[in-house]
């Protein structure tokens, strides 16, 4: 196949060479047709008229060839030279059906993504600038507190510092984190485990063992176990962004229903909270609904789990619903277990 593909490559002519080709071949029937022309006349008339058609010839030539390719490539150049300075302003003007339409297509995707990119990298440093303005503040109101504060408030004013570095600390290693995803430097490392006990552990140690607030949890779990191929480590953070993610934004008494179902073939978890709906936006880095802005966390839990779920290539997702949202993944079961 791939011994194939090099032959068709070496045989195939692109569609510049083909313009030149065929535009070559017209230049040297033209000489032809301008030397059968010129010797139906004698003498000086004869060369006149054939230089005089040769020079017609030669400046056709190059006014196609400049159309065809010099004008292209100059506007291509500039184009890029643009990018080379960061200028995304005016997009290549080529839309030819060959290689230098293409190349300008490309050039154009280029520039596109690095608009965005730029326009995510500001948003990314202002955001962060701010999620971190508001616990450096804390340290720093504290730590000039201390001095002047007894020894009851001395234990709680370093209580809050601690908490408030904590708070930084998870904020930057989750950011870590989900650059080393995005960026394609951290691999999975997959293995066939039992979902629903790894449900089980990470729902009991966020809802039950360190449990803060009052709400009403229901889970149905299937009583077999279910096994998928997955990287477990990231399967298990997955759930805990969920789960934490629901018990942040539970409402007071509200009901928080954990399911795990087998549906063609996978394996299905959902989790329900009440509490305000949320829109696709969710998924974005420090994204939070209208009101949330005071919640604890480092608002990177959701980012991270759609980062490894889509590395996973799992199907997930949201359901708004009247006094809540849902959050769900499917992954295909291993029928080898």
Known sequence: MAEQTRGNKWYSIYLINKKVFFLSKLVIG?????????SAFGGWMRDIIFVVLLIVLIVSWDAILRKV??????????AAQR?????????????TNDELGTLANNLNKTARNLTHALEQRKDLADTLSHELKTPLGVIRAYSEGL???????????????????EKMAEMINDLLDLSALEAGS???????????????????????????TYFELSYSLPEQPIFIIADQKRMRQVLHNFMSNAK???TDSGKIHIELTTLKGNAHF?????????????????????GEENKSGSGLGLTIAAQILTMHQADFGFNNRTAGVEFYFSLPIDNNQ
């Open 30 to 38: 033209g000489c032809l047709l301008s030397y059968i022309i010129s």
């Open 69 to 78: 390719v010099s004008r292209p490539v100059h506007e291509i150049s500039e």
């Open 83 to 95: 990018m080379a300075d960061l200028d995304f302003s005016q997009p290549c003007k080529i839309h």
């Open 147 to 165: 001095g002047e504060a007894t020894p009851e408030q001395e234990e709680s004013y370093r209580q809050t510092i601690i908490e408030e570095t």
């Open 186 to 212: 951290t691999s999975l490392s997959v293995e066939s485990f039992d979902l629903v006990e790894l449900v089980e552990a990470i729902a009991g140690r966020e809802f039950i063992d360190s449990r803060t």
């Open 248 to 250: 942040k934004f539970v």
């Open 270 to 290: 959902l989790i329900y909270n009440d509490g305000p709906n949320v829109s696709s936006d969710s998924w974005n880095k420090f994204q939070r609904s209208k």
